[in-house]
Structure formats: C-alpha cells, structure tokens
C-alpha cells in the first residue's frame, strides 16, 4: 500500500527543504499501530522542523507532525482495533519518529488514546497539543489552589495556538483574563475568547524593572519565556503561581528570589510531550465537555500539505494566530 507524505531532506546551509512524495507502507517506521491520518496540526515545533531549526530532527528524511488524529488501520496491541478513531500528542512524534504530514503513519500504541465520545478527529485537531497543553496548565494552577475567586489571570502569546485556547478554556471557568501579546491587531479575536484586558508585549516589557513589582495577577499562563517571564513574576500576588510551557522568547530566567520568598509565588513547568497515558485521557476528557469549538472556529485555517512549508516559516515569524489544521489529503 502507498500513501503520501510530506518529506523532509537534510538541511543544507541550515536549512531543509519538504515535498511530497507517495510511499510504500515498509517505509513507515518501527511501532503497534498503524494509523490513518484524517487531519493533524501546525505548532511552533513543526516550524522548527521543516526548516531544519532547533537541532530537533537528527534523522533524515523525515515526515514532521507532532499531533494527529485518525483511524486505526491496523493494530499489534488489544487496546486498539481497526477502525478504532485515536489521537495522539507529544512523545516526540514528528521529531525522532515520523509524524502526523501524511496519510499514515505508525507508532507506538502507548502514545495514543482513544477518541473521547463526542469528539471528530478534525475536534481533536482542533484542541490538538496546544489544547492539551493549555488545560495541562489550567489543571496545574488548580492544584496549587488557583480557583476564579483568587484574581485575574494573565495569559502570554495569548494569539498563539496554546494561548488563545487557554483563554478560551479558562473564560468558560469563570476566571478573568488578561490577554498579553505582541500582536495588538488580534486584540479583538483575544476579547471575544474572554480576555477582559489586552495588553501590547512592548509596552509591557518596557516598564520599568523593579526587584518586586505590583501584584496584579494572581496567576500566569506563560508560552513565551524569556524576559517576559522574568517580569510577569515580579507582578503574581503572594500565594500565587506561573504555569510556564514556552521558551520562544529564551530559556534564560532575568528574575530573583523575591518573588518566591517574599511572595511565596510557584514556578510550575508544563511539559505536555511525555504525559502518563492516564493523564493525558483525563486531560482529553474534561477537554471534550469543556471547550466551545463554535465559539472558537473563526480562529481555525485549514492547509493541505502543499501549503506547509510556507506556514510554518509563516509560524516561526509570528504571523499565525490561532490554530492551523492539515487534512493530509487536500
């Protein structure tokens, strides 16, 4: 059986080129399942990887693709049946294993969980790694007491895959919202998910740095890192936290101990690439009865596979809001 995929070559002078190509299936890689891709997704990594940036693919050529959702064509595990509908997210899909840019593919069966009841897979695309990792990180801040009568809550990258959908997720919870982005022509799109305030991220980074600032916030959604980091944790109120997923901006950390001594504030890492498997189908779960997918379709394009390459040096320059859909077959 053949099928199609998006491949990518090694980078030459830094950088990789994609095409696609029709492969037979003793191409796909060692794994339990195999699966049919009906749509995946388009986040900050798959940039990354079809370009040849990051140091994130060491094998070439490759299929990226860090998330998908389909059809099971064929199974070794008894967990999984032909024609059982499953999604997967993270464990390094599309990075060291062939990903989600074509219309198969074949992994291991513990990086996937079943489709919940009531969700398409396109529904699943939708939510996708970033939804996932948004309700990781509302989850996160509920356990260390964050509750919508604690305070507002800002939200960085706020137009980006994670941080729309964080806003989205958390507006139907009852929190309020501060949306931060360094897109202020997306304030509208962020107000209607729920933000009550937008802030522009240059006028934000531009006050200036205190040991300990104002407490404004009572919690933090952070998927940029950097110097936005270190200035938003001077802001958290005592007993507060920061959920924090990104590092687009760096992974240098300009803060000091006042925060986290004087504050008592928590520093939670977000890390939705290997989660337990019973964790990331209760994280599914509670995403299939919780999030608005009619409240959040004007924020969803969706692109055929010709199309990528250019979305993803689109997604790097920071010139895609919300979430990017891929039907393997258009």
């Not at 003793?26 to 040849?52: F, H, M, Q, S």
């Not at 996937?112 to 996160?140: E, F, H, K, Y």
């Not at 001077?234 to 950390?253: D, E, F, K």
């Not at 964790?279 to 959040?296: N, P, T, V």
Request: glycine residues 12%.
């Amino acid at each position: 059986m053949t099928f199609r995929a998006l491949v990518t070559t090694a980078p030459v002078d830094g950088k990789s080129q994609s095409s696609i190509e029709t492969l037979d299936d003793a191409r796909l890689p060692d794994g339990d399942v195999t699966v049919d891709i009906e749509w995946a997704g388009l986040n900050y990594k798959d940039g990354l990887c079809l370009t040849g940036q990051g140091g994130l693919v060491r094998s070439f050529p490759h299929v990226a693709g860090i998330d998908f959702a389909g059809t099971v064509r064929s199974s070794d595990d008894s967990r999984y049946t032909s024609g059982d509908k499953v999604v997967l997210t993270g464990w390094r899909v599309g990075e060291t294993h062939w990903g989600g840019y074509a219309e198969r593919a074949r992994v291991k069966a513990d990086w996937l969980v079943p489709l919940p009841s009531g969700l398409s897979t396109r529904d699943a695309m939708v939510i996708g790694t970033a939804g996932l990792t948004a309700m990781l990180a509302i989850n996160r801040l509920e356990a260390l007491g964050i509750t919508p009568a604690s305070g507002e809550i800002l939200v960085t990258g706020a137009a980006g895959g994670v941080g729309s959908i964080a806003i989205a997720l958390a507006r139907r919870l009852g929190y309020s919202l501060t949306a931060l982005s360094g897109r202020p022509q997306h304030a509208a799109m962020l107000q209607a998910l729920g933000a009550t305030t937008v802030l522009d991220r240059a006028e934000f980074l531009a006050q200036p740095d205190k040991p300990l600032e104002t407490a404004r916030y009572a919690a933090a959604i952070d998927c940029v890192g950097g110097d936005i980091l270190g200035k938003l944790l001077r802001q958290i109120a005592y007993g507060g936290a920061v959920a924090s997923l990104g590092n687009a901006a760096g992974i240098a950390l300009n803060t000091n101990v006042l925060p986290f001594l004087l504050r008592g504030v928590t520093l939670a890492g977000i890390d939705s690439v290997m989660q337990p498997y019973d964790a990331r189908i209760a994280a599914w779960s509670r995403l299939a009865g919780l999030f608005d997918f009619a409240a959040y379709d004007a924020n969803v394009e969706e692109v055929g596979l010709a199309a990528l390459p250019e979305k993803a040096a689109q997604i790097l320059k920071g010139e895609v809001r919300g979430r990017v859909l891929v039907n393997p077959k258009a």
